[in-house]
Protein backbone atom coordinates (compact mmCIF):
# COMPACT_ATOMS: atom_id res chain seq x y z
CA UNK A 1 0.00 0.00 0.00
CA UNK A 2 1.37 3.63 -0.73
CA UNK A 3 0.78 6.56 1.40
CA UNK A 4 -1.91 7.83 -0.78
CA UNK A 5 -3.98 5.12 -0.46
CA UNK A 6 -3.76 4.92 3.38
CA UNK A 7 -4.60 8.66 3.70
CA UNK A 8 -7.83 7.69 1.67
CA UNK A 9 -8.95 5.20 3.97
CA UNK A 10 -7.94 6.80 7.08
CA UNK A 11 -9.05 10.39 6.51
CA UNK A 12 -11.87 10.68 8.20
CA UNK A 13 -9.44 9.41 10.98
CA UNK A 14 -6.94 11.85 10.59
CA UNK A 15 -9.14 14.86 10.66
CA UNK A 16 -10.90 13.56 13.61
CA UNK A 17 -8.05 12.74 16.10
CA UNK A 18 -6.98 16.31 14.67
CA UNK A 19 -10.03 18.23 15.45
CA UNK A 20 -10.06 16.11 19.07
CA UNK A 21 -6.37 17.44 20.02
CA UNK A 22 -7.51 20.77 18.93
CA UNK A 23 -10.29 21.05 21.57
CA UNK A 24 -8.37 19.64 24.26
CA UNK A 25 -5.68 22.08 23.77
CA UNK A 26 -7.88 25.00 23.63
CA UNK A 27 -9.51 23.59 26.80
CA UNK A 28 -5.87 23.39 28.31
CA UNK A 29 -5.81 27.10 27.62
CA UNK A 30 -2.92 26.68 24.80
CA UNK A 31 -4.30 28.90 22.86
CA UNK A 32 -5.80 31.90 24.65
CA UNK A 33 -7.23 33.67 21.95
CA UNK A 34 -10.00 31.11 21.63
CA UNK A 35 -12.79 30.66 24.04
CA UNK A 36 -13.73 27.33 25.94
CA UNK A 37 -16.58 27.43 23.88
CA UNK A 38 -14.61 26.86 21.03
CA UNK A 39 -12.36 24.08 22.76
CA UNK A 40 -16.15 22.37 23.40
CA UNK A 41 -17.09 22.44 19.95
CA UNK A 42 -13.74 21.44 18.72
CA UNK A 43 -13.63 18.59 20.85
CA UNK A 44 -17.06 17.48 19.99
CA UNK A 45 -16.64 17.51 16.29
CA UNK A 46 -12.97 15.46 16.69
CA UNK A 47 -15.35 13.23 18.58
CA UNK A 48 -18.14 12.78 15.90
CA UNK A 49 -15.86 12.44 13.12
CA UNK A 50 -14.03 9.46 15.17
CA UNK A 51 -17.63 8.06 15.42
CA UNK A 52 -18.24 8.05 11.85
CA UNK A 53 -14.99 6.75 10.85
CA UNK A 54 -16.37 3.85 12.99
CA UNK A 55 -19.43 3.10 11.88
CA UNK A 56 -19.36 4.13 8.63
CA UNK A 57 -20.25 1.46 5.86
CA UNK A 58 -17.09 -0.11 4.41
Do not use: E, P, Q, W
Not at 21 to 29: D, E, F, M, Q
Amino acid sequence: MNIASLLKKYAALIVGAGFLLLGLLTLAKVFDDLSRNAGVALTVVGIATIIYFLFRNK
